[in-house]
């Protein structure tokens, strides 16, 4: 494995496939590892180990601001920073690198308790039971309204038109009807 922009954002998917950390945080590593990457040109061929980070995190927000809000684009940076320090560690060591998550200790014991009773085949389920393709995906929350957050649950590889078909679909569940959208 060389240290392409490329492998760095593949390198997500092998480490959760290979049961080496939780496939979610591995997502979300390698949403921002993308993310970020993606105000370069030709970015799958940047070689990591000469970016400078701090410079590439700099056009990251000028050229995103107006798409996220500042502290999505904070976790965005830090999730870049996280991601590029792992992913040299690995590099290091390949052998002894483990990933360290937060202790279970620090959340919400009412989070862990629902986790704990939902089984995992529903997460890929929600539709009477058939499983979805092993599209790898990343939740999204979103601050709908005041006390309202909603998340969405979308592919790493989101296109476009896809984008134009969700658009269309959710303009069809507008409740207020004196008000279009």
Excluded at 96 to 124: C, D, L
Excluded at 149 to 164: G, H, N, S, T, W
């Amino acid at each position: 494995m060389e240290t392409l922009g490329k492998d760095f954002v593949e390198f997500w998917g092998w480490a959760s496939g290979k049961g080496l950390m939780n496939k979610y945080t591995a997502q979300s590593l390698a949403t921002a590892a993308k993310g970020v990457l993606s105000v370069e040109e030709n970015w799958e061929t940047i070689d990591l180990s000469t970016l400078n980070v701090d410079e590439l995190l700099f056009r990251f927000r000028n050229v995103r601001k107006k798409e996220f809000t500042p502290d999505s684009l904070q976790v965005y940076e830090r999730r870049f920073k996280q991601a590029v320090d792992l992913f040299f560690q690995y590099h290091r060591d390949p052998v002894n690198w483990k990933f360290k998550s937060k202790s279970s200790t620090t959340r919400n014991p009412k989070q862990t308790n629902r986790r704990n009773h939902r089984s995992p085949e529903a997460e890929n389920e929600p539709f009477g039971g058939h499983s979805l393709s092993s599209v790898t995906m990343v939740e999204y929350p979103y601050p709908l309204r005041e006390n309202c957050i909603v998340r969405m649950k979308l592919p790493v590889d989101l296109q476009k038109a896809e984008i134009e078909r969700l658009i269309s679909f959710l303009r069809t569940l507008v409740v207020d009807k004196n008000q279009s959208i």
